[in-house]
């Protein structure tokens, strides 16, 4: 590992990198402007990592600005809000600003022209040292706040790293190293306040002392803007840091290990380090949604290229179609040949204008053909190497590109493909044009898809493995009551016959009992008695009482004297 002192803090040296022609100059000096409202806002439910926000208003139904319009289903997602007052005309499948150019779900809404804040809108507070962390995370959660640089990861999930690893360092990413964009630059320069404070309301949330901001040299009057609003370079535990203008230093991974020299493992995460990274416009709409009660709702957008009359940064709302980005940017140039999502490193190539602007959109750049399209037709690799020196996350990208191109999805995952930053500086540096990252974002898609598939099947083989398990259960479980219900009877069955002998003889010994009672009472009566006499000359003998039966067979007619 590699370390030098810059402007006083110890730095670090990632691998790889490159020095690129920067196109900041043409937006950087310009004011951000705000733009007019447009005719209609196509607001997508994709527009984080995590799952689709859902819609809670109904076609025809009248919204404020910012009123909640979809919420967030689970854990990793966020909601969605109105950017300004109107009408829900539709909610449905359009056009989506996707490499993929597939269309996804949306809310259309279109506007009133009233610009009315809904009267629910939540209170912000300027006391947010008084709220409690959770407190924080929720409201993060309830303004949609996602990460701003590129990557639109719910916020406030990364406030609330695993307590297994302690966060000791906050890193704010003021580097934007992408050329063409400067949204951040001018964020920096225009509202240095809001983006330290939400600096110190995330470093409340998550419970640490330290904050690195870092921001590249080629941003001096960023760096002064910050500096003069902190009163110094480093204070109250928050310390601003210049980094040397390498791309693409404002790789998450890449900027933790410049501040820090702590590398984040292969597939993990920068909590896994003890840090949290941040962009600053991140920083900024956090302050707005805890002190303004703001959700997420605009943002800036660097709008810049030569296909563009007046390029600018513009203060967005979320959903607003590029067409409006560009009309109020002076409209095309005779250059405009390309459209790009992002910087010409990162970003994707739309096919129409009709499309909208989504949370993580930090550049429109409307170029000549040869400024993103290589114009050179790719040629076999000649194994030289140079995209390994130039691959920051230290990969194969010869060897990526090999399995990719061989549809070979199982040996691509043993070389890291899923650490790639999709940086481009392989592609870059390629001596035989070869479309590498083409490759990787393909690779990526087919194992996702073919994860989808499996987890498809793996969920209908569990279902079906329930429903067999079901029927077995309830099988066994009717055998056992049946068992139970016969064993039962049998038992009853048996008591009775048992209880019913046993009356029987109880019935028995009674009548014995009253006959032996009732005897009793007569054999009194006849030792009372005179015993009858034999009539004279007879030989029958005296009537005597008989054990064996009951009745006394006495001569109803022969009268006792
Ligand atoms: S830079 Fe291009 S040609 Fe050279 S090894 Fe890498 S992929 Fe092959
Ligand atoms: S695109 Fe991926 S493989 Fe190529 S240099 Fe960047 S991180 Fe490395």
Known sequence: MTAHHFAGHKLWHFHGGLHLPEHKETTRDRESRPLPLPQRLVLSLHQHIGEDAEPVVRVGERVWKGQLIARAPSYVSAPLHAPTSGTVTDIGEHPLPHPSGLPGPCIV????????????????TRDYLELDPAEIRQRVRDAGIVGLGGAAFPTAVKLNPPAAHPVDTLVINGAECEPYITCDDRLMRERAREVLEGARIIRHALGVERVLVGIEDNKPEAFEALRHELHGESRGGIELIRVPTIYPTGGEKQLI???????VP????????????????TAAAVYRAIVHGEPL???LVTVTGHGVAEPGNVEALIGTPIAHLVAHSGGYTEHAERLVMGGPMMGFALHTDELPIIKGTNCILVAREEEVVDPVEPMPCIRCGRCT???????LPQQLYWYAHARDFDHIQDYNLFDCIECGCCAYVCPSHLPLVHYYRYAKTEIWAQEREKEKADRARRRHEFR?????????????????????????LKDKEKGGGQDAIQAALERVRQKKAAQGGAETDRQRRPRPRPAPGSNEPPAVASDAG????TDPGRQED
Do not use: F, Y
Request: aromatic share 2%; glycine share 8%; net charge neutral.
């Open 109 to 124: 809404i279109e506007p009133d022209g009233e610009d009315a804040w809904w009267p629910e809108r939540p209170q912000g």
């Open 257 to 263: 290990k410049v501040l820090t020299g702590r590398e």
């Open 468 to 492: 067999l398990e079901r029927l077995e259960r309830e099988k066994r479980e009717k055998a056992e009551r049946m068992a139970k219900k016969k064993a039962e009877l049998a038992k009853k």
């Open 266 to 281: 292969s597939n993990g995460l920068p909590s896994d380090i003890g840090v949290v990274c941040q962009n600053v416009g």
């Open 550 to 553: 009951s009745e006394t067979h």
């Open 297 to 299: 709702i605009s943002r």
């Open 389 to 395: 020196a130039a691959c920051p996350v230290d990969l």
